[in-house]
């Protein structure tokens, strides 16, 4: 328990492994997993992604991450999008394996990412590879000019020095607490929405779909009916409180019902994914548990139901979006999911971007980055206050998460101009990754200077 009192998500380390083509992430990877099948790679032009496995060292297990093409991507259309990726998983990692190739020079763009994986402060250990022997172990000290506290000399392929490495990783991680591992607290999602636009539907789906493991959750109300759910070895709750809907007879009386509901199974999750009705979207009630979803604070997506039965001609996926974010505006943090439970389209999804927003709303960004960034945003964006003077960005620090909060000092007195704080707040979204949740912004008169 968190001192809030509410039940949060156990974290399972991270550990990721960095590196430019060809230094042997995936070979490091296959070894530290304990695969023997080699990887297929993506193709070039496909989506590139990490791939993560769970591990069990020493009592003590983990996700590895293989960060595999994401970094040393040529400039080339999506390079910006695949970098922004790439930089995400360093920053939640716990540890970053940063791999070389000791066959070859360093160059000076890895050079310079090893320099920025040291901006973010996440612990690292730098692993030159290809190292066979004892002899070549001798001609690979040149990398010690490197300069990091922790090298170690491996082979991933003829596995020497793998075991040191194994003891490195186990340290630099801590002592675990793997019981605790092992029965880490599902991530607990709500599907909410007015009756019919599908949500029995959606829940159904991802029991057939995923062939979950089904079961009483100990603990839950006897009104629940919260089921369990299991993807990609990651857990899932997909919370209802049921036992509302027997009391409603009358439309009226139907729909605050559900509107209770939507409160109870709110208040229950730890994400929430609101799910429309693509005939009729979004509706006064739609707007109000969007409202209620909002005013929680907790990590929100909008899932577009019934894709299946809209005219594509008529509606692509940029005017579904512009309908509902124009109504819905004040949760344009939200992403949106187009999705059908009849055909099973995007379902599924909803269970990954629901652990993904629950991390971006997790996350911690240090007070040097916060800074670093009020100085770029007040030089592109000089800040304005509300009557029209000007002001000072002074200081900003990260006072919590879910949903996190910062606390920003203004140099000049009044408050800061509504829509300026729109901007920033915008823009912290952007450059922090925190998509999908919610953001306090707590704006505070600077003291002065000294
Ligand atoms: P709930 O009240 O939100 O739980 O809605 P239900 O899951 O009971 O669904 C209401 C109606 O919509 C049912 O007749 C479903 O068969 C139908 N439905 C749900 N999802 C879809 C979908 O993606 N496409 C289509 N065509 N119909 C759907």
Redesign the pocket.
């Known amino acids: 328990m968190r001192p809030g009192g509410e039940p949060t998500v156990k974290k399972v380390p991270r550990v990721a492994i960095v590196g430019f083509p060809n230094v042997g992430k995936s070979t490091l990877f296959n070894r530290l997993t304990g695969k023997r099948k080699a990887l297929v790679h993506s193709l070039p032009g496909m989506t590139r992604d990490c791939i993560e496995e769970k591990v069990e060292l020493e009592g003590r297990s983990f996700v590895l991450v293989d960060t595999g093409g994401l970094f040393g991507v040529p400039d080339e259309p999506l390079g910006d999008l695949v970098r922004e990726r790439a930089w995400r998983e360093v920053e939640r990692a716990d540890l970053v394996l940063f791999m070389l190739d000791s066959k070859r020079e360093v160059t000076p763009a890895e050079e310079e990412l090893l320099l920025s994986v040291r901006k973010t402060g996440v612990p690292r250990l730098l692993v030159v590879n290809k190292v066979d022997s004892p002899e070549q172990e001798a001609a690979a000290a040149s990398f010690y000019r490197l300069g990091e506290k922790d090298t170690l000399f491996v082979s991933a392929e003829h596995k020497h020095n793998i075991e040191l490495l194994e003891e490195a990783v186990a340290r630099a991680l801590g002592p675990g607490d793997s019981a605790g591992d092992k029965e880490q607290e599902p991530l607990r999602v709500a599907i909410v929405?007015r009756?019919?636009?599908?949500?029995?539907?959606i829940i159904n789906r991802l029991l057939d779909d995923e062939r979950l493991l089904v079961s009483a959750i100990p603990g839950t109300t006897r009104d629940s009916t919260d089921s369990l759910v299991v993807r990609y070895g990651k857990r899932y709750c997909l919370v209802d409180t049921a036992g509302i809907r027997k009391m409603a007879d009358t439309r009226d009386s139907r729909e605050k019902a559900g509107i209770l509901r939507a409160k109870q199974n709110i208040r229950r999750a730890d994400v929430i994914c609101l799910?429309l009705d693509a005939r009729e979207f979004p509706t006064r009630q739609d707007a109000h548990i969007a409202q209620l979803a909002h005013d929680s604070g907790k990590p929100l997506m909008i899932a577009l139901?019934?894709w299946?039965?809209v005219d594509k001609q008529a509606l692509d996926p940029e005017a579904a979006r512009r309908i509902i974010f124009g109504k819905l505006g004040f949760v344009d943090y939200a992403p949106l999911l187009l999705i059908?439970?009849?055909t099973g389209q995007r379902v599924a999804r909803v269970l990954d971007l629901a652990g993904e927003i629950h991390e971006n709303a997790s996350r911690r960004v240090e007070t040097s980055r916060l800074n670093a960034f009020l100085e770029a945003v007040s030089a592109a964006h000089p800040p304005r206050l509300e009557d029209g003077g000007r002001a000072k960005l002074r200081y900003m620090t990260q006072k919590g998460v879910r949903p996190p909060a910062f606390i920003l000092f203004l140099g000049g007195r009044g408050r800061l101009l509504p829509a300026y704080e729109r901007y920033f707040l915008g823009a912290l979204r952007e450059k922090f990754g925190f998509h999908g949740t919610p953001l306090r912004l707590f704006v505070r008169a600077s003291p002065g200077r000294r």
């Open positions: 929405g009756i019919n636009v599908g949500k029995s539907s799910v139901n019934k299946d039965l059908s439970a009849r």
